[in-house]
């Protein structure tokens, strides 16, 4: 099943295509993203799988903004052991998720992984990824489930929270003054996840 969607970006002035490609035994996202913050005019693409339990196994990132280009290349086991561009990540032990600034599709990688029930939260460590400043950093993160499509989501220490809605698939709808759904439809490119993952 292919899903096709389009957001906006409120805080980064950006766009984003992102193509989300589920199969029995995973998901592919590949994704670009284009946009203007603080003067930069920036593009970002992304390509994530996960497992069947949507615990994240490959990310490649390249970003273009202030006359450089940066890729990134995380590979994991699923269970919290990493390496980045090829060496090993200890200081991601026990990281599932990954969080990239600029799109909320991460978002949806705890909410489909976790399967929190109504009013139950859960702490996480996450790989966090600030293309814009450049760094790669482990962070907490807290989500909690509010209702069948609204979870509320914050930092630990708890430095910024946001109640963001998603829609029966978890892919965020509304992600308040950061990100906006624009449109999202069913599509069939070809490609077969379960022969790529």
Avoid at 39 to 68: C, L, M, P
Avoid at 78 to 83: A, I, Q
Avoid at 116 to 131: A, G, R, S, T
Wanted: hydrophobic letters at 30%.
């Amino acid at each position: 099943m292919q899903t096709n969607i389009l957001w906006a970006g409120r805080e980064y002035h950006s766009l984003e295509n992102c193509l989300i490609d589920t199969g029995e035994t995973g998901s592919e996202i590949t994704a670009t993203i284009v946009g203007s913050y603080q003067g930069k005019i920036y593009q970002v693409t992304y390509h994530i799988k996960t497992n069947d339990h949507w615990e994240t196994r490959f990310v490649a990132i390249t970003s273009r903004h202030s006359n450089e280009t940066q890729t990134i290349r995380l590979e994991g086991d699923g269970k919290g052991n990493w390496t980045l561009d090829g060496k090993e990540a200890a200081q991601f032990n026990g990281c599932i998720d990954i969080d990239i600034s600029l799109t909320p599709f991460t978002n949806t990688l705890p909410i489909r992984r976790l399967r929190l029930h109504q009013h139950q939260e859960e702490d996480i460590q996450v790989i966090y990824c600030d293309l814009m400043e450049r760094r790669i950093l482990p962070v907490r993160q807290r989500y909690r489930r509010l209702s069948a499509t609204e979870y509320r989501y914050q930092n630990i220490p708890n430095d910024f929270e946001a109640d963001i809605v998603v829609d029966e698939s978890g892919f965020v709808v509304d992600y308040p003054t950061l990100f906006v759904r624009s449109a999202a439809i069913k599509t069939a490119y070809g490609t077969s996840i379960d022969k790529q993952l």
